[in-house]
Nanobody, 120 residues
């Protein structure tokens, strides 16, 4: 069994910072792209940032210059450093990963979600 476990959400004031972590565990051979999505109340889930196995990154325009995605391949972990947080960043944040298992199957996995609340 392969799973993603997230941590690091919480309540922060506008202008503050949070760091999200997402660790993959189980029968993992390799992990391709990893990313963070978010879903605010009444809105569709959107991609916040992603990072390839070669460390190429992509960000939604609204977080550029404020958020940084990174990964530790040895630890099968992806991070999202969020600075200068705004109330509109309030959402449930989900980790996503494309994993190749030790039986060479590809699985797209989602974390359980972690709530980030930014107060004004």
């Amino acid at each position: 069994q392969v799973q993603l476990v997230e941590s690091g959400g919480g309540l922060v004031q506008a202008g503050g910072s949070l760091r999200l972590s997402c660790a993959a565990s189980g029968s993992i051979f390799t992990i391709n792209a990893m990313g963070w999505y978010r879903q605010a109340p009444g809105k569709q889930r959107e991609l916040v940032a992603d990072i390839s196995s070669g460390f190429s990154t992509n960000y939604v325009d609204s977080v550029k210059g404020r958020f940084t995605i990174s990964r530790d391949n040895a630890a099968n972990t992806v991070y999202l450093q969020m600075n200068s947080l705004k109330p509109e960043d309030t959402a449930v944040y989900y980790c996503n990963a494309l994993v190749r298992t030790t039986t060479y199957k590809y699985l797209e996995l989602w974390g359980q979600g972690t709530l980030v609340t930014v107060s004004s």
